[in-house]
């Protein structure tokens, strides 16, 4: 996702979400099986896959820093 400007695609697939977050895509299977909707990241399942919201995820990090 380097190359790509920042929020291009606002939904990611895992391994993007990961590499975006500096993250491991275990680490968000993990998060996501125990906390469900209730963790950091913004996910949806369309058809089977699972894909990320960058935008609002990192707009709800920057509010809960700030």
Not at 30 to 53: A, C
Request: hydrophobic share 30%; aromatic share 10%.
């Amino acid at each position: 996702m380097a190359d790509k400007k920042i929020y291009s695609d606002r939904w990611a697939t895992e391994q993007e979400a990961a590499e975006h977050w500096k993250l491991k895509p275990g680490t968000l299977r993990k998060r996501r099986s125990i906390y469900g909707h209730h963790t950091t990241e913004i996910w949806s399942k369309v058809g089977g896959r699972v894909l990320y919201d960058l935008y609002a995820t990192d707009q709800k990090i920057q509010r809960n820093t700030a």
